[in-house]
């Protein structure tokens, strides 16, 4: 696993990212990328841990979920999250080399994006920023 290193904030900046995935050094160094950026970021473990943040403490601005899991995928776990109406957008991050795989994450719609591990900071950042733009400005910019 390599070491990523923190440049800016930008629009991370207060976004609420949850992150899903059962290897914990995985798990730790996305979430801790994003929250020093200035993400307020949820960690789930499994794909049912997932669900259970996503009905919990949502809604997020952004999902980033590892496909394969224990019980339920990150796909599986998002189709749900699509089957309910919730249109969030959504980074599905694999080491997975399956050819099926990029159409399984088009089927999620044009707010969802495959991100092939493994991956620097460079890359999940220019994602995450890409995603959270069009989400508009945050509550505390319009303040201004």
Avoid: H, Y
Wanted: glycine share 8%.
């Amino acid at each position: 696993m390599a070491c990523f290193v923190l440049r800016s904030r930008s629009v991370l900046s207060d976004a609420r990212i949850l992150v899903a995935d059962d290897d914990p050094l995985m798990l730790d160094s996305v979430a801790e990328a994003l929250t020093g950026l200035g993400a307020r970021v949820t960690r789930a473990a499994s794909g049912a841990d997932l669900v259970d943040q996503m009905a919990a403490a949502g809604p997020f601005d952004l999902v980033i979920t590892d496909i394969a899991m224990p019980w339920m995928s990150g796909l599986t776990a998002m189709r749900a999250a699509r089957t309910a109406g919730l249109g969030t957008a959504v980074i599905v991050m694999t080491g997975r080399r399956d050819e099926r795989i990029p159409a399984q994450v088009r089927a999620l719609g044009p707010n969802a994006v495959l991100l092939r591990k493994p991956f620097g900071l460079d890359d999940l950042e220019k994602l995450v920023s890409t995603f959270l733009a069009r989400r508009g400005p945050t509550p505390a910019a319009t303040d201004a």
